[in-house]
């Protein structure tokens, strides 16, 4: 199921050499783009309103699963909540009692991620698990969340990391695959 220590080496390399055969390929911006100072004016949140928001979404979260909700309602609607967290936590001062708040929740949520993904990895539906593998480890790799230990296994660790990389990598997100392999290494999974 997962590759060979060469094959990994090899990945490796090629995720290493990629932005130099990618760099000429970006697209350019036309001449005539409108500027960015012409773009309509968008509603600007105050990191409170912000905070707010994702937190009533996390609430909504906890209010589903009381419920009984299927995972097919929990799971898209703990995705949201857990971006909107994630968004807001660089406004946040460290340590303060609203970024406690929000680490605590995206804590919780974290659990939900990995709920989704295997969710969806038994609806064979191979985007979706892609995702919330992602956004697991999104979670556990944002600075927050520096020196945590997450108490998963190594095995599922190392499954949703490959998951994850193989997703960064296919997408041609080299940098997001290179984080995910890293901790796809630190599991010792060869």
């Known amino acids: 199921m997962y590759p060979t220590s060469l094959k990994f080496l090899f990945?490796?390399?090629t995720l290493w050499l990629a932005p130099a055969f990618t760099a000429g390929a970006m697209p350019q911006i036309p001449d005539d783009a409108p500027d960015a100072?012409?773009?309509?004016?968008?509603?600007e949140l105050s990191p409170d309103s912000l905070l707010e928001r994702a937190m009533d979404a996390f609430k909504n979260v906890t209010f589903l699963?009381?419920?009984?909700?299927?995972?097919d309602v929990v799971s898209p609607a703990a995705y949201e909540a857990a971006g909107q967290l994630m968004a807001v936590m660089p406004a946040l001062e460290k340590d303060s009692r609203p970024?406690?708040?929000?680490?605590e929740a995206l804590r919780e949520l974290d659990r939900d991620m990995l709920?989704?993904?295997?969710?969806?990895?038994?609806?064979g539906n191979q985007a979706e698990l892609t995702r919330f593998a992602q956004r697991y480890l999104d979670i556990q790799l944002m600075p927050a969340f520096d020196g945590y230990n997450w108490e998963t296994d190594a095995a599922t660790q190392a499954m949703i990391a490959y998951i994850a990389a193989s997703g960064a990598y296919n997408a041609?997100?080299?940098g997001r695959a290179v984080d995910y392999?890293?901790?796809?290494?630190?599991?010792?999974?060869d």
């Open 37 to 43: 100072a012409e773009a309509p004016a968008v509603e």
């Open 11 to 13: 990945l490796l390399i």
């Open 115 to 123: 709920s989704g993904a295997y969710f969806y990895s038994n609806a």
């Open 99 to 103: 970024f406690n708040k929000a680490r």
């Open 181 to 189: 392999f890293k901790v796809y290494l630190s599991t010792g999974d």
């Open 172 to 174: 041609q997100d080299y």
């Open 65 to 71: 699963k009381f419920e009984g909700e299927p995972l």
